[in-house]
């Protein structure tokens, strides 16, 4: 249906029901008062009423006196009982009806109160003027003071004194003094505003316990015992005092920051317009590891670093650190690219710096350039050649295929480790705190051919000899025997054991077995030529 047809549908629903638009709009509720706050008193007493739908075209009624209303919230309005009211129930009226609420009593008003003097007469804003009189309410939230029209802080309430605290942008005027439900009083004289005591300034702005701070300002006494101090509500110790300057000790326990206030005897009261900040500065007490490479993280624990990054400065020697992590007892940095060795210094929020007392050494990062001999079996020493390594050899870490080799020697370019029962592989170089690094070559994990016996032990030219021992192999082309420089022939071979002939031009010697990438034995004992059978 378009919205023009449903338009016309509703008007003429409404028409034929005989009900205009305006009519037929929802009204709102009549008011509802759901309880009322306090439920008795004295003429005087200001009533919350607590409930809902209060609007402006209402009036309040206490019997039949009229409550004037002193505030209006939507919810929660607040009368005044007025003089001759009678108890009975709260009524609001409205043009369609009146709701009555809840029943206030009426009680005898109490004593009205007496302002009989004060003292001191004068001071500046911030002064604690004690009120002294009768019949005030031992509640502070029951006596409301001004001096002249300006509402005036209650510190302390009973029944014949207040103290009071003149505020800023008062004038000379008599105190006015009201008890809940008892009346109003005023006092014969007037307070006079002069200059009195006042904070112009302070510094330094921050600081750890204990440091001595110098307050500037009006209305201080040459004499220490008659000004105190406070710092927040911790009163501090006045070392020195003048008419215009204050030096003041932070405390050394339980300082906290806070705004200082200047409390001069039979003169007058400051606060300071901005607070003093305690802070502390940072204790490193230990940092691990004490030594590293560009990128690694080194960990400050102490105190006070706090939970800001943004707040904390890390230099290594001149180098900008990073800050990786933070938490008020420790402090995690990254060495920096460019950064050389040396103490590292923290500001925390501008206290410091503080130098940690052990170095921090910066490794270059490990790397590999070559290694001899390029193969071996298990047990052959190889030297690995390199920078970065660390000349304690238990700091240096070396694999071959999963397998740890034993580190023999150590130099910063130059390690010396023992292969383990392994297989072919890369040899891998971890030290700690300066990287990995492997090397470009596989090493070659060989079994090394062995010799038992050779049979006969002595032949002229021509002569077979058999050779036995292990690893052989099966491949034939791979395998090289010689006696002395002369090659012998191999008749017939497997892994453990050679046939081979004495070739022409042989000598007295010791046979050698070559096994290609396996490695080279030589028999036990000699094999003999006759000399006659030399050429």
């Known amino acids: 249906m378009s919205m023009g047809r449903f338009v016309f549908a509703a008007a003429l629903s409404m028409a034929l029901l005989g009900t205009s638009t305006v009519e037929a709009q929802v009204r709102r509720p009549m008011p509802v008062v759901q309880r009322i706050e306090p439920t008795s008193g004295p003429p005087g007493t200001l009533v919350a009423l607590v409930g809902r739908y209060f609007d402006g075209e209402q009036t309040v009624f206490l019997g039949s006196a009229e409550l004037t209303v002193q505030s209006r919230l939507p919810n929660r309005w607040t009368v005044t009982i007025p003089p001759g009211a009678a108890s009975g129930e709260i009524e609001?009226?409205?043009?369609?009806?009146?709701?009555?609420?809840?029943?206030?009593r009426v009680t005898e008003?109490?004593?009205?109160?007496?302002?009989?003097?004060?003292?001191?007469?004068s001071g500046a804003a911030g002064t604690e003027v004690l009120l002294r009189g009768e019949n005030f309410s031992p509640r502070v939230a029951d006596n409301y003071v001004h001096l002249g029209d300006t509402p005036v802080v209650v510190r302390t309430a009973n029944p014949t004194e207040l103290r009071v605290i003149v505020p800023e942008g008062a004038t000379s005027a008599p105190f006015r003094v009201r008890v809940t439900g008892a009346g109003e009083a005023t006092s014969s004289d007037s307070f006079t505003i002069g200059?009195?005591?006042?904070i112009a300034g302070f510094e330094p702005a921050f600081g750890p316990p204990g440091t001595h701070v110098t307050i500037r300002g009006t209305g201080f006494d040459r004499r220490a015992s008659r000004v105190r101090v406070y710092l927040g509500d911790e009163r501090v110790r006045v070392l020195r005092a003048t008419e215009t300057e204050l030096e003041v000790e932070v405390p050394r326990r339980g300082a906290t920051s806070g705004r200082w206030l200047v409390d001069v005897t039979s003169g007058g009261r400051a606060y300071?317009?901005?607070?003093?900040d305690v802070r502390y500065a940072p204790v490193i007490a230990s940092m691990d590891p004490q030594f590293g490479a560009v990128g690694v993280r080194v960990t400050l624990t102490g105190e006070h670093f706090g939970d800001d990054v943004r707040a904390v400065t890390a230099l290594l020697g001149e180098t900008p650190m990073q800050v990786r992590d933070i938490a008020d007892d420790h402090l995690v940095l990254e060495i920096p690219e460019g950064a050389s060795s040396g103490a590292i210094s923290v500001t925390v929020n501008e206290m410091g710096p503080v130098v940690s007392r052990a170095e921090l050494r910066v490794v270059p990062h490990v790397a590999v350039d070559g290694f001899t001999p390029r193969n071996g079996g298990a047990g052959t020493e190889v030297t690995i050649h390199g920078r970065g390594f660390a000349t304690t050899a238990a700091l240096n870490t070396v694999t071959l295929s999963g397998q740890s080799c034993e580190v023999v020697r150590?130099?910063?370019?130059?390690?010396?480790?023992?292969?383990?029962?392994a297989n072919s592989g890369p040899l891998v170089v971890t030290v700690q705190n300066a990287g990995e690094a492997r090397t470009r070559q596989p090493f070659v994990v060989t079994d090394a051919p062995t010799i038992a016996s050779v049979s006969p032990p002595s032949g002229a030219v021509g002569t077979e000899v058999t050779i036995t021992g292990t690893n052989f192999g099966t491949r034939q082309g791979l395998i090289d025997v010689r006696l002395g420089d002369h090659r012998m022939d191999i008749r017939r071979s497997s892994d453990t054991e050679l046939v081979v002939t004495v070739p022409p031009g042989a000598q007295s010697g010791r046979i050698r077995v070559t096994v290609r990438l396996q490695g080279t034995v030589q028999a036990p004992q000699p094999f003999t030529v006759p000399e006659a059978a030399a050429p």
């Open 272 to 276: 300071s317009a901005g607070p003093y």
């Open 92 to 104: 609001i009226r409205t043009p369609r009806g009146n709701v009555r609420g809840p029943r206030f």
């Open 410 to 421: 150590a130099a910063v370019d130059a390690l010396v480790i023992r292969v383990p029962e």
């Open 195 to 198: 200059t009195g005591t006042s």
């Open 109 to 121: 008003a109490a004593p009205a109160p007496v302002v009989s003097g004060f003292a001191p007469t």
